[in-house]
């Protein structure tokens, strides 16, 4: 069965340290690769996707995510973070034709001020 | 662009009860929209893939007589949870697709939490 994996369920930064999010899916084929981002309090919204193309994507926000296919990873990267981005943080895939979205536990990022 | 909206955002019912979420996306119309459950700390469940027009598609292990989708319309899904129990407190998230789109990208409503009694 398809899966995603994220590494690490809470994340604790300083201000403008970096930031690198790991996720690793388990699927052989063609893939869509999403990361979103639920705010507290708000609904989720999306950062970035991939579908094609270039392996690293730029989103909203100054975030970044590299597709590494003999990796099946999308990690997620910021190099430098503010306590505004103090969110919750999930990737998802999708590997079928009903569009269906496969999560991540998600990642809970707290940026210390 | 691209607005999903979800009512009510909260509601407390008793136990047994009957409680419908609406969906609507309020600036196009989506063909098809998702309903997920969110655990607390936990990922989102996807429950169902509702399609305007036909029977929505349930995934494994969710009851489809219990959580009943209808959606009538290019622009509203609803979820009724039936005969309620307090298990079934969560946080109900749905999401639209618009057609056409080259990538699947999903548009999220703010959710409803739901408490039963």
């Known amino acids: 069965a398809q899966s995603v994996s994220q590494h690490n369920h809470h994340v604790i930064l300083s201000e403008a340290a970096s930031l690198e999010l790991g996720c690793n899916y388990s699927?052989?084929?063609?893939?869509?690769l999403f990361w979103y981002v639920q705010y507290p309090g708000q609904h989720l919204q999306l950062l970035l996707k991939y579908f094609s193309g270039d392996p690293l994507v730029k989103g909203i926000k100054g975030f970044e995510a590299e597709f590494i296919k003999s990796k099946f990873s999308f990690n997620l990267r910021k190099p430098s973070v503010q306590w505004s981005d103090t969110a919750e943080y999930f990737c998802a895939v999708n590997a079928n034709s009903n569009y269906q979205l496969i999560w991540g536990a998600g990642t809970k990022l707290i940026i210390k001020p | 662009g691209a607005v999903v909206s979800q009512h009510p955002s909260w509601v407390i019912c008793k136990s047994g009860t009957s409680v419908k979420i609406e969906c609507r996306s309020l600036?196009?119309?989506?063909?098809?929209m998702f309903w997920y459950r969110q655990f607390p700390k936990q990922s989102l469940m996807l429950m169902a893939t509702?399609?305007?027009?036909?029977?929505?598609?349930?995934e494994q292990g969710v009851e489809k007589d219990k959580f009943l989708i209808n959606h009538a319309s290019l622009t509203l899904s609803t979820l009724t949870v039936t005969s309620a129990h307090p298990e079934d407190s969560s946080f109900y998230i749905c999401s639209a697709r618009i057609p056409g789109q080259g990538a699947n990208e999903q548009y999220f409503g703010p959710g409803t939490r739901l408490t039963v009694t």
């Open positions: 509702s399609n305007e027009g036909s029977k929505a598609t349930y």
């Open positions: 699927y052989g084929g063609t893939v869509n």
């Open positions: 600036d196009f119309q989506a063909t098809t």
